[in-house]
């Protein structure tokens, strides 16, 4: 049954009118042609799908679309200020933390709403944070290492 749904993406409000039982996911790529959140399994199991809902990471493929009625979301697009990458963005390229690519939107966007929750997190923190993003191609090693320097760029004021 379609239904109007009013949330703010990426800083824009956005209202939509679709069948509040759809993925989030589609919406956002389909619907709203925001592409870089990633269809990976669709089963809730990657984190490949993953955005920022009101600041945390949620899986899109998951959230059907009346779940965020009215809250703020943002994807790898939204993350970025301007030209200025995110910290953590800016960690995962200097770190070469990604080999394929598809992964690293949704293991961006865990490590982004993890740093908020914990700016100074221990290897083993980081690990366990990031155990439900799966990357395929065997990044992880330069993954966490982007991680602790994200961590050590955002608490230096970057």
């Known amino acids: 049954m379609n239904e109007e749904i009013q949330f703010t993406l990426n800083g824009t409000l956005q209202s939509i009118t679709v069948d509040g039982e759809r993925p989030l996911l589609w919406v956002i790529r389909n619907d709203l042609g925001i592409t870089g959140t990633k269809y990976g399994c669709g089963e809730g ?7 920022l809902i009101d600041g945390e990471a ?9 779940e965020v009625q009215g ?5 790898i697009e939204g ?5 200025k990458l995110h910290p953590v963005q800016q960690a995962f390229v200097e770190h070469d933390a990604l080999q394929c ?15 908020r929750r914990n700016p100074k997190p221990g290897k083993g923190e980081i690990v366990e944070a ?13 993954i966490v290492l982007a991680i602790e320097a994200a961590a050590a760029l955002t608490n230096k004021g970057g």
């Open 45 to 51: 199991l990657c984190g490949s799908c993953k955005v």
């Open 79 to 83: 993350l970025a200020a301007g030209d």
């Open 101 to 115: 690519g598809y992964c690293t939107p949704g293991m961006i966007m865990q490590a982004t709403a993890f740093l």
């Open 71 to 75: 809250k703020d979301i943002v994807t």
């Open 130 to 142: 990031m155990e439900d993003n799966l990357c395929r191609c065997g990044a992880h090693n330069r």
């Open 58 to 66: 949620v899986r899109s493929c998951q959230t059907s679309v009346h």
